[in-house]
């Protein structure tokens, strides 16, 4: 992050499902992050993980195997 920020992570199918908030407005410090993601209940598949902040949103394929 450029700067401290609340964030929060949702996680969608590839047709546009969404399957809810994983990360709700959670306060993080400027710098790298790593999150651990619990997606149990989420069936194996393609999915988009939409990251949102006050500086910006960012979107990442992932891979549930």
């Known amino acids: 992050l450029i700067k401290a920020q609340d ?3 949702e996680i ?3 047709s ?3 399957y809810g908030l994983i990360l ?3 306060s ?3 710098g790298v992050h790593t999150e651990s ?3 149990a209940g989420i069936p194996a598949g393609n999915y ?3 990251m949102h902040g006050q500086s910006g949103s ?3 394929k992932v891979v549930k195997k």
């Open 24 to 26: 709700t407005e959670s």
């Open 58 to 60: 960012l979107d990442v």
């Open 48 to 50: 988009i993980l939409k």
């Open 7 to 9: 964030i929060s992570i």
């Open 28 to 30: 993080r410090s400027e």
């Open 37 to 39: 993601l619990n997606l």
């Open 12 to 14: 969608f199918d590839i």
């Open 16 to 18: 546009g499902r969404s």
